[in-house]
């Protein structure tokens, strides 16, 4: 069974940083919709982090609420651009 440091180096890695490279490259090249990816990106891993730290459901509520709303700010934004 894997350690738990594996699970969030995991997690980190798989969610986090694509989320944060795109929040700075969106943000650097005047890009929201890429920003919004990012977030999305973001809050994906929240959920992920919050299954292994065994958090209450309020916190699956609350990230996937973000991230379906910066999901579709990004869509819209990649459609309207």
Partial sequence: MPSTS?????IFF????????LVVFGTLAGRPM???FGIALLGLG???YGRAKR???AWYVLWLTISTVYLILGMTE????
Avoid at 6 to 10: D, I, S, T, V
Avoid at 14 to 21: A, M, R, S, Y
């Fill in 78 to 81: 990649l459609i309207w651009r």
């Fill in 55 to 57: 958090h209450p459901r």
């Fill in 6 to 10: 594996q699970n969030y180096n995991a």
């Fill in 14 to 21: 798989t969610w986090c940083v694509p989320g944060l490279l």
């Fill in 34 to 36: 890429l920003t919004h």
């Fill in 46 to 48: 929240l959920i992920y």
